[in-house]
Each structure stands twice: as C-alpha cells, then as structure tokens.
C-alpha cells in the first residue's frame, strides 16, 4: 500500500467519522437532509461517486490523479446525476407499489413502509427492477457521453463547457464493453440486487447507499476496463 492510498483512506475515514461520533453533526446533517434532499443528493454524489472514479483509475493505471482525467467537471456530472437519481428514486417508489396493487398485490405502500418481511423484500425488488430497467440504461449512456465529452477536452472546466459533440461520441462509444458489461451485466447482476436492498433502507438513507455503490461502480469499471484490454 502506497502513500497515496493511505491519503485516500485517509479522506474517506474523515469524511464519515465526525457523522459517526459526533451526535450534533449527525442531528445537523440528518435535518439538512430532510429539508433539502435535492441539495444533499448533488453532494453526496459528486464527492462519493467522484471517489468512485478515482478509485477506479487507481486500479487502471496506479495513480489517483492522472492529467486529463478532469476531477471537477466529473464532479459537477456526478452532482448533476444525482439529482436524477433522487428524482428517480422518488418516482419509482412512489409509482411502483399502485402498480403492485393494480397486479393484485394487497398494500404495497403499507408493506414497503412496515418492518422487515418478505412482502418488503418483494415490494423493493419491484421498485428496483422497474428502476433499472427504465432509468439506469439512460443514466449510464449519459455519463459514458459526459465523461468522453470531459477526456476529448483534456478534463479542464472551461472545455467542458464546450458544445457536446453527443453524434460523433455515440458513434465512437464502445458498445461492447457498455451493453456487453455495463448495461446486460452489472445491471441485472448488480445493480438491481444493489438497489432493492437500497429501497428496504428508510428515505433518508437511500440515497446516501446509492451514492456509496458509486464507489463500487468505480471498481466494477475499472476491474472490467482491465479484463478487456488483457483480452
């Protein structure tokens, strides 16, 4: 282990611990959150989903900061994408369980709100799986547009400003690794498995575990990126 991922460590260990012993800065962040969840997911997501990536490159290339790599406009995308996700996530828990109910299913809405129970499970899984199959496949084919768009401008702030060339970045995406790997594979074999145990978390907390699995998705990628390239 390297001194860089002692710092990273580091970063990570800081970032949670004053929430963990310190009560007044749960209590402080706890009724943020309540009151401004669009505010909190944009931040949530653009520090832990932005880790993610560091993470990832750490893994592809040995070094968390790589010139080019564009740390801030990633940033201000996975701030952006969260408020979708939180958007998303306030849709499909709502919509879901009527849906549920029009199937047949008796109290979906009750049954996601009680305790633990195998209709809770079942009720989250649906949520999860319309989530997934509707949302995600879009959410992941604009972030692989945006951070082409980042690393064809040398990751500075100012070019990412620049008219997105989304034709000619679709037309270049490669779409084996993105349906074969991200879209068929993660999604059913790790998203939707990852986000019903996010819906069986109570609100507050759901997308605070979303944007965590944004670091694992960073080393997903990054374990997937090298397996393709030694093919």
């Given at each position: 282990m390297k001194k860089q991922d002692l710092f990273f460590i580091g970063f990570l260990i800081l970032l949670f611990l004053p929430f963990v012993i310190f009560e007044p800065v749960y209590s402080v962040?706890?009724?943020f959150n309540a009151g401004h969840g669009f505010i909190t997911s944009f931040i949530k997501f653009a520090i832990l989903a932005t880790s993610g990536e560091l993470l990832g490159l750490r893994i592809r290339t040995g070094n968390y900061i790589v010139k080019g790599f564009g740390i801030l406009p990633r940033a201000v995308v996975w701030g952006v994408l969260g408020l979708s996700i939180k958007a998303a996530f306030v849709i499909f828990s709502a919509g879901v369980p009527p849906l549920l109910g029009y199937l047949g299913m008796?109290?979906?809405?009750?049954?996601?709100?009680?305790?633990?129970?195998?209709g809770k499970v079942l009720v989250a899984f649906c949520i999860s799986l319309f989530l997934n199959i509707f949302f995600s496949p879009v959410l992941m084919t604009v972030h692989k547009i945006t951070d082409t768009h980042i690393q064809n401008?040398?990751?500075t702030f100012s070019?990412?400003?620049?008219?997105?060339?989304?034709?000619?970045?679709?037309?270049?995406?490669?779409?084996?690794?993105?349906?074969?790997?991200?879209?068929k594979k993660s999604i059913p074999l790790f998203w939707?498995?990852?986000?019903?145990?996010?819906?069986?978390?109570?609100?507050?907390?759901?997308?605070?575990?979303?944007?965590?699995?944004?670091?694992?998705?960073?080393?997903?990628?990054?374990?997937?990126?090298?397996?393709?390239?030694?093919?």
């Open positions: 962040y706890e009724k008796s109290t979906p809405a009750v049954i996601l709100a009680s305790s633990f129970s195998a401008n040398n990751g070019g990412f400003f620049k008219p997105m060339k989304t034709e000619n970045i679709l037309a270049g995406i490669d779409w084996k690794m993105h349906w074969g790997f991200v879209l939707i498995p990852a986000h019903t145990v996010t819906f069986l978390l109570p609100p507050d907390f759901q997308i605070l575990f979303a944007a965590i699995l944004g670091i694992v998705l960073g080393v997903l990628l990054a374990f997937a990126s090298i397996s393709r390239t030694d093919k």
